[in-house]
């Protein structure tokens, strides 16, 4: 095996292409081919600085560190969206390409059956797998949807490069197997199950538990000011809720209080 190099890494994938028939799949795949070497170009990154993976559905490219990582991302935004509306303004509704992208950076290595190795590689993938980069592009109108890694977040994207606005990218945390994965999402978060919506200062976290709604009926809302509250019995609702919308101060009992023999 080398020894390990660093290097910007930029994931593409396509959207629901498992769901394509073998010849919507092979102009897919030179779409892709097509929209990656020309977003790469645009960007000042040549040929010989540049390795690539094809994975079927996505491509994995390992560039090396003298590229500009701000023209990188400034293209991502800008050409790519370009480019797919150019390319599925002339294609049939079963042959629009969308894509889910991820910039990222670390070290390396590749072994000697020509695979790389690396756990900063190992993140950037389950960052393009995310569930919330996957809601993400189901909203874009553009059809893009990227995230970057925290470390290019922190070298570049928060230092507000020109071209790489830092107030459109939000913080998102993920879970994986590999532990908390926090990295940074272009454009707006998501609601989806067990994600909320953040800013950068209060991420989201994909795979947390949702608020448990279920227990309060809707239009209740029930605010404790001070005094002792006990829950017991049933919840009276209906008609008989008398605490919808209200503030309720000093002690409050749902149920039976037992009282304290004084004497």
Known sequence: ????????????????????????????????????????TVAGVDETSRQRADRGDSVMELIEASSSVPA??????????AQ??????????????????????????????????????????????ATVLRAALRERGDGFALCVSDSVYQGIVRHDHYGVPAAEFHRVELDSKNGTLTAYLHGPVPRVPGTAASGPAAPARAGAAAPDTASTPPGASYHFSGGSQSFGGSLVNGDQNILSGGTVTGDVVLGTKKTEDKT
């Not at 390990?4 to 010849?23: A, C, G, K, M």
């Not at 990188?72 to 969206?81: I, N, Q, S, W």
């Not at 072994?111 to 993938?125: F, I, K, M, P, T």
């Open 1 to 40: 095996m080398t020894d390990p190099v660093n290097r910007t890494i930029l994931l593409l994938d396509i959207e629901r292409y498992s769901d394509r028939d073998d010849v919507e799949q092979a102009y897919l795949r030179r779409m892709l081919y097509d929209i990656t070497d020309r977003t790469l």
């Open 72 to 81: 990188l991302l400034r293209t991502l935004l800008t050409e790519v969206p």
């Open 84 to 129: 797919l509306r150019t390319v599925n303004r002339m294609t049939s509704s079963s042959a629009q390409i969308r894509l889910r992208g991820v910039l990222a950076s670390g070290y390396v290595a590749i072994d000697e059956r020509d695979g790389w190795v690396g756990s900063d590689l190992n993140h950037a993938c389950r960052l393009l797998d």
